[in-house]
């Protein structure tokens, strides 16, 4: 299953990343590539999160298994490893089908000089942040599939780099950039989960 997790690794990182850039330029002529030049604190430490634990959950632990590291004896069972790899596939296909949503839109991080829409259509209008939704279904699944002690810890980092990035840098942008509307649809719609993380008024 190491194999399969690195597959699945890589395919998140061609389909929801390399094949979403060339999309992206083919329907608006921008890749959506962008670098916040004044990042803050918040910012450097939720992409430092992200990448360690997309590292750690995707290329560290499949590796370390291939190398001859030990699953966690509890979760070392067939059907958990293959429900893992399930997970982690359909995380792929819902980040796709999240970043589609967004349209032209979409961006891979905030720049603070642009105003782009609003989005709450699609599998916006349940949670405000289906690709980050999805690409934590992807590490859990990912951790699974390979559920060693390397993987474990990674979708924990990367749900709290999901978390510094929401709350600390597009929260804020988004109250800033659309006033009223932002805080009436986070008032209603949960931040990673239906229902759960409303910010009322």
Avoid: K
Avoid at 25 to 46: C, L
Avoid at 79 to 86: H, K, L
Avoid at 137 to 161: E, K
């Amino acid at each position: 299953m190491a194999v399969l997790a690195l597959v699945l690794f890589a395919a998140f990182l061609l389909l929801a990343g390399v094949a979403r850039i060339a999309v992206q330029y083919r329907r608006t002529g921008d890749t959506g590539i962008r670098r916040a030049r004044a990042a803050g604190p918040p910012q450097q430490g939720a992409r430092a999160a992200l990448i360690c634990g997309s590292l750690v959950t995707g290329v560290a632990a499949p590796v370390a298994e291939l190398a001859g590291l030990d699953a966690v004896s509890a979760l070392d069972q067939t059907d958990v490893r293959v429900s893992g790899a399930v997970l982690a596939t359909l995380g792929i296909a819902a980040a796709i089908g999240a970043q589609n949503a967004m349209g032209a839109s979409w961006r891979n991080d905030v720049d603070p000089r642009e105003r782009t829409a609003l989005i709450t259509h699609g599998p916006f209008r349940w949670v405000r942040n289906p690709i980050y939704t999805a690409a934590l279904t992807w590490a859990i699944g990912l951790a699974l599939t390979v559920p060693n002690s390397l993987a474990l810890p990674g979708p924990l980092l990367l749900w709290l780099g999901l978390e510094l990035q929401v709350r600390y840098v597009e929260e804020p942008y988004l109250r800033r950039v659309h006033g009223p509307a932002y805080a009436q649809y986070a008032a209603r719609t949960g931040r990673f989960l239906p229902g759960i993380g409303r910010r009322p008024g």
